[in-house]
């Protein structure tokens, strides 16, 4: 499984957009980029998957560039619900998840 | 939005004591999974199930753990005979399921059992 490097932590503010960047240089062919989000004493929650390009949803944004070996998750508008941990995962589609350190995020009023 | 539940939200049991945890999946969901996360530390991966077998596990599932799914809706964990190193929250999650051309392999967890081995 490829590994990934995001920072431990991040601080913002609300109302501002956090962008939370993930490097993985041995990404594989098959593997994809998923993004969770967890928070205290809850079970991960999936946000976003990508595989190259662009992705967006209702709750985020996620740009892949072309050789893939980054990734950066973009949260717009934060709010202090957004407090979390959010970890960046590269893995095959139908595979178990291998869990980093993740980013603390910490939005500020 | 289907959920994946876990029952009971909080165990505690002595050392030595057999516990099993108890996980409904979302109901078309084929991949099955344990996971635990040790308070302060990162989340493992125990085991994960697909066609009523298991596909793979990890070093810490050894001979005290087993998951079954004895009846195509729960899905279940037993630790045999616990030690307070098991103290941890426990989490169920599945995947895998929708018409072809739209299948979805998010994982979705549930909101995990707190086992506490005294």
């Known amino acids: 499984l490829a590994k990934t490097t995001q920072p431990i932590s991040m601080d913002s503010y609300e109302g501002q957009e956090v962008n939370i960047t993930c490097s993985h240089n041995n990404i594989a062919t098959n593997d994809y980029i998923t993004w969770y989000q967890q928070f205290p004493s809850q079970g991960p929650r999936f946000i976003i998957q990508g595989y190259k390009t662009k992705v967006t949803n209702e709750v985020a944004s996620l740009f892949i560039p072309a050789d893939r070996k980054s990734s950066t998750l973009s949260l717009p508008r934060v709010s202090l619900s957004d407090t979390a941990v959010y970890y960046c995962l590269v893995e095959r589609r139908d595979d178990k998840i291998i869990f980093g350190k993740g980013t603390r995020l910490h939005i500020l009023p | 939005e289907p959920e994946v539940t876990q029952t009971p939200s909080h165990q505690v049991t002595q050392m030595g004591q057999e516990v099993i945890l108890r996980c409904v999946p979302i109901s078309n969901h084929l991949y099955f999974y344990w996971y635990r996360q040790i308070l302060g530390q990162k989340v493992e991966f125990l085991v994960s199930?697909?066609?009523?077998?298991?596909?793979?596990k990890s070093e810490i599932f050894d001979d005290q753990f087993s998951v079954e799914r004895p009846d195509g809706s729960n899905f279940t964990l037993k630790i045999r005979s616990t030690k307070l190193e098991d103290s941890a929250m426990y989490f169920c999650a599945s995947s895998g399921g929708g018409q072809e051309g739209a299948f979805s392999y998010e994982q979705y967890f549930g909101p995990g059992t707190r086992l506490t081995v005294t």
């Open positions: 199930f697909y066609n009523n077998e298991i596909s793979e």
